[in-house]
C-alpha cells in the first residue's frame, strides 16, 4: 500500500467516521481511508458534480428509500434497492459499494 502522497484532514470529526466504521481498529480505518482516495481518485467523474439534484431520479423511481427516523435527531437510514436499479438505470451511473 503506497500512502505517499495521501492528504486526509486530520480533523476529528472526519478520522471518527473511518475509525467506527471500523470499530476503533486503526489499520481496517486506514485501508478504509485509502480505499476511499483511491475510488474518489480512480472515478473523479463520479464525485466531481455529486449533488442532491445528480441523483434525484434514484429517489423518484423509488430506488433508494429514506426509512423514517426512530430516534430524532439520529443519522438517517436509507435503503438500496440494487436489483431495481440494474433493471432500470444501468446505463447512467454505477453504484459502488464495500
Known amino acids: 500500500m503506497n500512502l505517499l502522497g495521501?492528504?486526509?484532514?486530520?480533523?476529528e470529526d472526519f478520522l471518527l467516521l473511518f475509525?467506527?466504521?471500523?470499530?476503533?481498529?486503526?489499520?481496517?480505518?486506514?485501508?478504509?481511508?485509502?480505499?476511499?482516495y483511491t475510488i474518489r481518485q480512480e472515478h473523479c467523474d463520479l464525485?466531481?458534480?455529486?449533488?442532491?439534484?445528480?441523483?434525484s431520479y434514484l429517489f423518484e423511481e423509488g430506488v433508494v428509500l429514506p426509512?423514517?427516523?426512530?430516534?430524532?435527531l439520529r443519522s438517517l437510514t436509507i435503503l438500496v434497492r440494487v436489483g431495481m436499479y440494474k433493471q432500470i438505470y444501468t446505463?447512467?451511473?454505477i453504484?459502488?459499494?464495500?
Open 6 to 11: 495521501l492528504q486526509t484532514p486530520l480533523d
Open 95 to 98: 453504484l459502488y459499494f464495500t
Open 91 to 93: 446505463d447512467k451511473i
Open 47 to 55: 464525485f466531481s458534480n455529486f449533488t442532491p439534484q445528480s441523483v
Open 67 to 72: 426509512l423514517p427516523r426512530v430516534i430524532p
Open 19 to 36: 475509525l467506527r466504521a471500523r470499530k476503533f481498529n486503526t489499520g481496517r480505518a486506514l485501508d478504509l481511508i485509502t480505499s476511499y
